[in-house]
């Protein structure tokens, strides 16, 4: 009952008419800063600082403001990734494998709502999750010693095989490439840089953005180039937007997806460092393993766009649990919101809770609040979104390309990252003429270094043993997982797999 | 919140007229601006951007700092940038700390050195702190440092920056005080983080943790963990009076993670002087007493000259500990 009360408190700060009004122009921008490419929810939150501080709002103000960014900026990945198969940020990757398929298939707009619903649910267990489960699940994260986060990880990509439909072994292909490229950069456990070639710019290691907008969005300019006398424009006619709300049927078979990747996104999302990307990965190759009988995962099926979006914004929700109780960022941006509090002279820790409870209290209210909003704001905002369908390529494309630049160079100010940019763009490009999949070589360099690290930090710890990476009930549990979902599809799978190929042969690249 | 805004534009007020009566002829920045060589969210964002918040509010500066992330290479992107293409901007300073000086001696900003910038004053600093487990057995640094000077295998460190950092560096400051031969032999852990290392310490990973004041400051107040040393050559104020120093318990080191800046080499004097005289006087504002206070930063009151040659002292301390433990040649 004290939840409640509190939780009413929590309410009485966030209705106000100013705080409302904040939590409606965080819900607008973010979604906006989402939807570019390159621009992520991290980016989101941290441009919007100097507008919170020069509007001098008071700690509570600031912090719906940008947690309502946060939040936007998660729904709003998703677009660019079901319209144009170029992700919006790092977390919405998983859902241009359906999401694409589906738009292709004329069915964007019911992509956009579905995905709009599922980010709704997820976001909304999640929050409740943090409310109810805050003190405790910090008790979760210190089961997870390096030893656990290694199988977490290995577990991760065990499962890879499942993400990829077309050839594994393209898809284990790229993944070492993703794990290679993330050794670039100065090695933390023994301050030695690796392949960096005396150049300074790649001692921090490959900032997986430029990758992600590199590989996406420049690769997809580079082969309209190449199709530009082609069908192109033709290509473009094709697409239908579609009714724009899913019916009954589609959000019903959805619902036992949407509330599974919930919970799994949360949880992914309270572990501090692991975030929203791993949380809506999970989330899509459990779905996959679980429910796809058929083989329809990746060739425009609604589970498969509603489970990395529950999931997604499950651990956005999730990630803010050990920022609020530990004082330990579970993901980049709440390690902004964490250096926004720490300004705004908050300690985020153990104590927050009872030292700041208005502050607290009024956040998650505010989260719900924004939540609600964002449902109201995406479903008439469909049809909008969808008209970007129409633009041709002619017009769209240069339009990419010129929003990848100035993103990224409004990113990091470095020439250098546009360099590599173009690099990665042309990789791709070559990639996607060899039918190799891309998702992988991203969650390779986004996940490669932590994984690393966590094997080291393990073996260090343990003077070299390797059997440590199996001594805890729980590591050998996802040991376990891990060998299962990775052998299972190879014996059970091979069946449903040819006839996936053959449904996937069609879909062009991108969809792998 | 009113009441510290109202405060904040009564002292921004007074100190504002004081401010420009004192420097009506002084060189004032035309487009100052920040560069901080990280993402934002760091220390070094936090750097920039509060001290060009205070300074605004107090008039040292008329126009809004512009805060520029320069993120890459641990800082040695934005030092390149600063040495090749911004050496001759008056207008310009950029956030350093401990690390910046880490690095440099340490050669990882490739070719550049201490002397190709000015330094300008530190703004505060942040002591090392070696912590343990509430639950531990481990009372006092002689303890710990006993144990692993016994079997060196038997602890493991944890600590938020990289090996050779400057968490790192602060334990063997330590034990080469206790007169541990070998440092290569203590077993340090590398986390991304302070933050990430502490819930490591809290799950039984790692026996001890190596880190700021700052970054223990919430776990000390919830009970968590314990804190066995501090590395400052004084007590501190507040919530850490009650842990002894590492002095008090006979072992002499000391290890300051000190915030700052840094000009571009070519900046006149004229220009230079000015700067160090605002973070002067920033740094004697009461505002920025509390600020400090706020989030853990102990007294560090070094500018000019006397930063000069505290950061050069620094870099050949951390270039004979960085040769003793292999990590340069």
Redo the contacts between chains.
Sequence with gaps: MELLANLGDGFAVALTLQNLGLALLGCFLGTIMGALPGLGP?NGV?IL??LA?TM?L??TPSLILLTSVYYGAMYGGRISSILLGIPGDEPAMMTVLDGHPMAKKGMAGEALSLSGIASFVGAFFATWGLILLAPQLVKI??????AEYFALFALAFATLGGVSSTNQAKSAFAAMLGLGLATIG??????V?RFTF?E?????GLDFLVAIVGLFALSEVFIFLEHRHGDADADSKKLTVGRLTPPMSMIKACTPTMLRTSVLGFIAGVL??AGASLGSFISYSMEKKLVDKKGTFGTGDPRGVAAPEAGNNAAAGGALV?MLA????GSGTT??L??VL??L?I?????LFTQNPDVVWGLIAALFIANIMLLLLNIPMVGLFTRVLMVPPRILMPIVAMVSFVGIYGI???T?DLLVMIGFGVMGWVLRKLDVPLVPIILGTLLGN?ME?NLR?AI??D?GDWFTLVDSPLSITLWAIAIIGFIMPLIVGRALRSRMHRKGEDEGSISD | ?IIT?TRGLVAAAVLGVSAIAAQAQDFTPENPECIAPA????GW??TC??VG?SMQDQGLIEKTMQ????????G??AF?EVVNKRADSNDLIVAASSATATRLA?G???GNTTDQVRWLASIGADYGVIAVSADSEIETLPQLLDMMKEDP?SV?IAGGS????WDHLKVLIAADAYGIEDVRTV?Y?????G??A???L?????QAFTGDASEA???V??G?IKVIAVLSPERLSGDFADFPTAQEQGIDAIGANWRGFYAPGGMSDEAYDAWVSKIADLYASDEWKSIME??GLAPLDLAGAEFETFVTDSVSEIQDISREIG?IK
Excluded: C, W
């Excluded at chain 2, 990289?162 to 950092?165: E, P, R």
């Design positions: 991290s941290a600082i100097p501080f001098g008071g700690p994260a210190l089961l997870f010693g390096p100065v090695d933390t456990q023994t301050g840089p005396g300074v710019h790649l001692y921090d501090p460092g050990p530990l004082g330990v960022p390690a902004v964490l250096a720490l300004s002279n300690t985020p820790g153990p104590l990091s100010g470095s250098f932590t690290n930090r260090t710890i003077n | 919140m805004a993402n934002p969210g760091g964002d936090f951007r509060q918040k805060v520029v992330n320069l993120a890459g290479g641990g040695g992107v390149a340490q990882a900003y490739p295998r493991s990289a090996v050779g950092g077993k852990v590398a986390f991304d983080g933050g990430e502490v819930t490591q809290l799950a039984g990973s790692v400051k919430g776990f107040d919830s968590d706020a989030n990590i």
